[in-house]
């Protein structure tokens, strides 16, 4: 009797007390955003603020391409790649859009988080891959979308690990016809090309703000962000989406983010995360491995996303935090229309950026170089079934970084 009276007093202080000895228990969190009196804003989990230390991740291995299901892969990549994150002091993970087996996904989601302590940021395309192109202006396909990203929250929005929700990516560069263009014949009788470009952008921000307003009916527990390349055109978004809670942007722009953190306060007034940025490990001029300029724009550009948190008096105050482009080296990027090179670390480039300035130089200024862009080197070496991963200088750097700030930013104001 006594040993038993032991063991119920003992389960009673673990149930109230939260003591855990093993996975990090499966309860939902609260997701919110708290806005200080000066304007500054601040991610809370749980009523704990919270900086975005993530990464975009998509764990293909080498002779695969983007339609690779690493969700149900039975090597369990995530596990590998989970340890190296959490000592590297990564926190958040961005998937683009999640899997199709709602069970695979959800392993992969609380793997991540009960065993490294690692939250996703979930995201949808929006229907901007789809063949023929999206059409946001046609009322059937804005259905089709926006019941395809309700379910999809529906289904994951109890999972412990989720940190927010992300709508779209860069769909904003389809209003000019950038990429995947697309109009209507109320648009196209418009004579003016830049009133046609602003019309799409009402067209596809009401959508967004829709979609998102849902979404808050259902999930009151994690913010709603929508992906814009750049800042283009949100003071259009700032007219029609007061549901949206976050813009989360995607941008290169090398060592600086610029006037980028001013300029959002006064376009389009929301917190702001870097859900995709970077810096690729290939010297297209020297033709060589680079991790040395890697690793030195990466951290300046942490500076700058540190300098811009809540309740710095030089900052904006308006950043939550930032997830790097990438995780792991893509191999099949620069060619995706050929298999074989998909087997082969090209060193090719198909755009140019004069931001990186280091091998702008490179004959024809192509010195974007895609499959370069990891924290970690992908080698055909394997270990445990899986190719084996090689930290790089950039991974070190930014661990040093984050376990201790200060220094750099103490650097900074001298």
């Not at 003591?19 to 806005?35: A, H, N, W, Y």
């Amino acid at each position: 009797m006594k040993n038993k009276l032991i063991l119920f007093i003992g389960a009673i202080i673990v149930f109230s007390f939260g003591i855990s000895f093993g996975p990090r228990p499966f309860i939902p969190s609260r997701v919110e955003i708290k806005k200080f009196k000066n304007g500054h804003y601040q991610l809370l989990v749980n009523k704990k603020p919270y900086i975005v230390k993530g990464v975009c991740y998509s764990p293909v291995p080498i002779g695969q391409s983007h339609d690779n299901d690493f969700w149900a892969d039975s090597r369990e990549p995530w596990k590998v790649d989970g340890k190296l994150m959490k000592k590297m002091g990564i926190n958040t993970v961005r998937f683009y859009q999640s899997g199709q087996d709602p069970d695979d996904v959800r392993k992969v989601i609380n793997d991540l988080y009960s065993l490294y302590g690692i939250r996703t940021i979930m995201g949808h395309w929006l229907g901007f891959w789809n063949y023929p192109s999206p059409f946001y202006a046609d009322e059937d396909f804005r259905n089709r979308i926006k019941n395809d990203v309700l379910a999809m929250v529906r289904e994951y929005k109890d999972e412990p690990g989720i940190l927010f929700w992300v709508l779209g990516n860069e769909n904003n560069y389809s209003f000019s016809g950038r990429v995947n263009f697309w109009s209507s014949e109320e648009i196209d009788a418009i004579g003016d090309p830049s009133v046609q470009i602003s019309e799409r952008a009402r067209i596809y921000y009401s959508f967004v703000n829709e979609i998102a307003k849902a979404i808050h009916e259902i999930d009151p527990n994690h913010p709603v962000a929508m992906g814009n390349g750049e800042l283009m055109t949100l003071d259009i978004a700032d007219q029609v989406c007061p549901d949206v809670d976050i813009v989360a942007c995607i941008i290169y722009r090398g060592k600086s983010f610029g006037n980028i953190f001013r300029n959002l306060r006064n376009t389009f007034d929301r917190p702001l995360v870097f859900i995709e940025f970077g810096c690729d490990a290939y010297n297209a001029y020297s033709k060589e491995e680079d991790e040395a300029n890697q690793a030195k724009f990466l951290e300046s550009q942490w500076i700058q996303i540190y300098q811009n948190l809540a309740n710095n008096p030089k900052g904006e105050g308006n950043c939550l935090g930032g997830a790097i482009f990438e995780w792991s080296d893509e191999w099949w990027k620069n060619k995706e229309y050929d298999p074989q090179s998909w087997f082969v670390h090209d060193t090719g480039s198909n755009w140019s950026n004069g931001a990186y300035y280091f091998d702008i130089k490179v004959e024809g200024n192509k010195n974007m170089n895609e499959e370069w862009f990891g924290l970690v080197s992908l080698s055909e070496e394997l270990e445990d079934g899986l190719n084996k991963r090689t930290p790089r200088k950039s991974y070190y750097t930014l661990r040093e970084f984050w376990r201790n700030p200060r220094v750099k930013l103490n650097k900074r104001k001298k």
